[in-house]
C-alpha cells in the first residue's frame, strides 16, 4: 500500500510538472509537450494533480479531449482501486 502512495504522488508530482511547463512554453513559443505524452501521464495516475494544476493556470481548461480524459482517468484508477480492495 505504501508502494502504491509514492507512486501516485511521483506520478501526480511529474504530471503537474509537465502541464506547468507545457504552459511556460506555450507563453514563450516554444515547442510543446504533446498533448498524447499529457495524456499518457494522466492515465498512469497523474489526472487529479493534472486537472488541479490546469484549473490553477488555466491550462488545458477548454480542450475537450482533456475535459473528458482527466475525468475518465480518475474513474478507471478509483474503479481499479476499489475492483482490487474488494
Given at each position: 500500500?505504501?508502494?502504491?502512495?509514492?507512486?501516485?504522488?511521483?506520478?501526480?508530482?511529474?504530471?503537474?510538472?509537465?502541464?506547468?511547463?507545457?504552459?511556460?512554453?506555450?507563453?514563450?513559443?516554444?515547442?510543446?509537450?504533446?498533448?498524447?505524452?499529457?495524456?499518457?501521464?494522466?492515465?498512469?495516475?497523474?489526472?487529479?494533480l493534472m486537472i488541479l494544476t490546469g484549473r490553477l493556470i488555466r491550462h488545458k481548461t477548454r480542450t475537450l479531449v482533456f475535459r473528458a480524459?482527466?475525468?475518465?482517468?480518475?474513474?478507471?484508477?478509483?474503479?481499479?482501486?476499489?475492483?482490487?480492495?474488494?
Open positions: 500500500m505504501i508502494t502504491a502512495a509514492v507512486y501516485y504522488i511521483v506520478v501526480n508530482a511529474a504530471g503537474a510538472a509537465l502541464f506547468a511547463a507545457d504552459k511556460r512554453k506555450a507563453r514563450l513559443g516554444k515547442w510543446r509537450i504533446q498533448e498524447k505524452t499529457l495524456l499518457l501521464w494522466a492515465f498512469a495516475g497523474a489526472a487529479p480524459g482527466m475525468p475518465a482517468a480518475v474513474l478507471i484508477h478509483a474503479g481499479f482501486w476499489i475492483w482490487m480492495l474488494m
